[in-house]
């Protein structure tokens, strides 16, 4: 078995990614790095890496009905849900299968490509970027989110060492992926080299209320590449993990949800 850590997901977890990831974690991050873009009405825009579409959503309301938004992503499962959601009121949402390396659109046709959490995932980032930067206008500009460090990032370091201790580094690296690109240097770097103008560069902290973690941890793995190893390992071994995440944030339980800090870079620079 291989895990995928290029967050490959089936359809089913594409699904579960949408339920469970979006509403709990990923969904407040695209939020803060739209907000952070600091969309105007009328703008055009693309999600790369936009997955069941949570960063495309909020933008679609922030640019209005005279913009439009278009989500990217290379795996048609999370493009068949991103498509399955309600709509939102605000600019149209046109979904397509494409390839960060290779962008189907003309050079400077956009004014802001937004990225949330998928720089890390793309062998290829140096061409990812100068796709970014081929197709936003003289006078556009990129958002992008990677998460900090992961031991900024308590809940998912805890989930990491616990699934590397009880089950595999295999399995664990299909979260791991998402911290591959976390330092400040590295990033900034990267930008440089693709040539990028302005480079501004913050920290987002999200105290986010997660369900009770008896619940949420199976159910989060679940919609993760992790998925495939915790099913395979035996139940006492499931209930291990799932009861060594419980006791690591006791602490952090207030009234029935489980208060705990993640923390993203958040990126804005201009071509
Ligand atoms: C962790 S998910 C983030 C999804 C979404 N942006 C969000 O914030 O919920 C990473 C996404 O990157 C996509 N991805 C990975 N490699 C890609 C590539 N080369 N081109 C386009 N999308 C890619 C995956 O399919 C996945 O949907």
Same mark, same amino acid.
């Given at each position: 078995m291989t895990t995928s850590t290029q967050w490959q997901l089936a359809r089913e977890s594409a699904e579960r990614y949408q339920n469970i990831l979006t509403p709990s974690i990923l969904g407040p991050f695209a939020r803060a790095l739209v907000d952070f873009a600091d969309l105007q009405k009328g703008e055009q825009v693309i999600d790369v890496g936009?997955?069941?579409g949570a960063a495309a959503r909020f933008a679609a309301a922030a640019v209005g009905g005279s913009g439009a938004v278009q989500g990217l992503d290379k795996n048609g499962s999370m493009l068949a849900v991103a498509r399955e959601q309600p709509p939102v009121s605000g600019a149209s949402i046109t979904w397509r299968e494409a390839d960060a390396a290779q962008l189907p659109l003309n050079d400077g046709s956009v004014d802001v490509v937004l990225c949330a959490q998928? &720089?890390?995932? &793309?062998?290829e980032k140096e061409k990812g970027l100068a796709e970014m930067r081929r197709v936003v206008s003289e006078r556009g500009r990129v958002a992008l989110s990677l998460w900090c460090a992961i031991e900024e990032n308590p809940y998912f370091d805890a989930l990491v060492s616990t699934i590397d201790h009880h089950i595999g580094s295999e399995t664990a690296a299909g979260l791991r992926s998402a911290f591959g690109l976390t330092n400040s240097q590295e990033i900034e770097d990267l930008l440089r080299d693709a040539a990028f103008g302005e480079i501004n560069m913050s920290v987002s902290q999200l105290d986010l209320p997660l369900p009770? &973690?008896?619940?949420?941890v199976p159910r989060h793995i679940s919609a993760t590449p992790m998925a495939a190893g915790f099913n395979q390992a035996d139940e006492n071994t499931q209930q291990g993990v799932v009861h060594s995440m419980a006791a690591r944030f006791e602490t952090h339980v207030v009234e029935n949800q489980t208060i705990i800090p993640f923390r993203s870079h958040m990126i804005l620079v201009s071509k």
């Open positions: 936009c997955g069941t998928t &720089l890390q995932f &793309l062998p009770l &973690l008896e619940s949420f």
